[in-house]
């Protein structure tokens, strides 16, 4: 099993940043990758990042490229998202989600790709 803990939301005002981190513990030498999504309320849970837990290219969604940047520290099995330039339409609660096989194209998108998901932290942009 693994677990993942997130943290770092909050309440900042649009053009600010904020930085998430999620911690992953327990069988962490099967995770493959790691994916971030997001929940607005009253809007379907969306796909933001995706990297393979050992490093490489990190795929964003259209709607945060540019302005997402995702980091890890090994050290400490976790991975961060930097989130800067923030929007009011960024205000969801942001999950973290690790998976232990591979996939395909758009299906790495698909929040039933993951097996080991974090508990959530909300992040609120003021306009």
């Known amino acids: 099993q693994v677990q993942l803990v997130e943290s770092g939301g909050g309440l900042v005002q649009a053009g600010g940043s904020l930085r998430l981190s999620c911690a992953a513990s327990?069988?962490?030498?099967?995770?493959?990758?790691m994916g971030w999504f997001r929940r607005s309320s009253g809007k379907e849970q969306e796909f933001v990042a995706r990297v393979r837990w050992s490093g490489g290219r990190v795929y964003y969604a259209d709607a945060v490229k540019g302005r997402f940047t995702v980091s890890r520290d090994n050290a400490l099995n976790t991975r961060y998202l930097q989130m800067n330039s923030l929007k009011p339409e960024d205000t969801a609660v942001y999950y973290c989600?690790?998976?232990?096989?591979?996939?395909?194209?758009?299906?790495?998108?698909?929040?039933?790709?993951?097996?080991?998901w974090g508990q959530g932290t909300q992040v609120t942009v003021s306009s």
């Open positions: 989600a690790a998976d232990n096989h591979d996939c395909v194209g758009s299906g790495c998108t698909l929040a039933r790709q993951y097996d080991y």
């Open positions: 327990g069988r962490t030498f099967t995770i493959n990758a």
